[in-house]
């Protein structure tokens, strides 16, 4: 079965512009989750989708990212007037439905975005 | 509150050395998921492994082993006779379990770790 996948792989823009970064998670995963990675640091957490229920959006650094998770599938994370600041690597995860909890994270090849 | 610490930013061991890579949590979810990841230089993270808090047996696959305590509340990761292919960053993470845990996955700051030929 096919992993997760992201695109673009890379994202070079302009400052000023807006971009939009795709995920697509494994068939049946329910819950999906995007992170941020700059270069050399850990992941941070920037939002949770899980089946119908409201995100949890409290990883956003600022009002420009936004994310959106359609048919409860395909989700876009889209980032508004992009700063230099914003240049790292995009991550998506989904979990399978939550039982126990603490379900696997399967992680997509991630989205190299660079702000010039 | 969750938290995952690495103290240990990078090592380096030359191959065929053995390697343990230190994780401590703290969490006051009483049943949680401890999980580590490799990072390899290509930038994918992948999954190694996930235990829970009621199973503190070590495990062993391969030349990958973990040692998780409870009592330390600690999850290290070693790795026997190195190989440079092992050359990546390791997370360590914790997530919560049961109705009321979180759904978040913590994620400490990763060891890089740097095996020489």
């Known amino acids: 079965g096919a992993g997760v996948s992201q695109s673009p792989s890379n994202k070079v823009t302009e400052k000023g512009k807006d971009v939009e970064l795709r995920c697509d998670p494994i068939?049946?995963?329910?819950?999906l989750y995007w992170y941020r990675q700059s270069l050399g640091q850990g992941l941070e957490f920037l939002i949770y989708f899980q089946g119908n229920s409201a995100p949890d959006k409290s990883g956003l650094p600022s009002d420009r990212f936004s994310a959106e998770r359609t048919g409860g599938s395909v989700s876009t994370l889209t980032i508004q007037r992009t700063q230099q600041e914003d240049s790292a690597v995009y991550l998506c995860?989904?979990?399978?439905?939550?039982?126990?909890?603490?379900?696997?994270?399967?992680f997509g090849p991630g989205t190299r975005l660079l702000v010039l | 509150a969750q938290k995952v610490t690495q103290a240990q930013t990078e090592i380096s061991v030359v191959e065929k050395e053995d390697v343990t890579l230190d994780c401590v949590y703290e969490?006051?979810?009483?049943?949680?998921?401890l999980f580590w990841y490799k990072q390899p230089p290509s930038g994918e993270l992948v999954f190694l492994i996930r235990r829970n808090s009621f199973d503190e047996q070590n495990e062993i696959s391969g030349r990958y082993s973990w040692n998780f305590q409870k009592s330390t509340s600690s999850f290290n990761f070693t790795i026997t006779a190195s190989q440079v292919v092992d050359s990546a960053v390791y997370f360590c993470?914790?997530?919560?379990?049961?109705?009321?845990?979180?759904?978040?996955?913590?994620f400490g700051t990763g060891t890089r770790l740097k095996v020489l030929a």
């Open positions: 995860a989904s979990t399978p439905p939550r039982r126990a909890g603490g379900e696997t994270q399967y």
């Open positions: 993470a914790l997530s919560g379990g049961g109705p009321s845990g979180t759904y978040k996955y913590i």
């Open positions: 068939s049946g995963h329910t819950a």
């Open positions: 969490t006051r979810d009483t049943t949680y998921y």
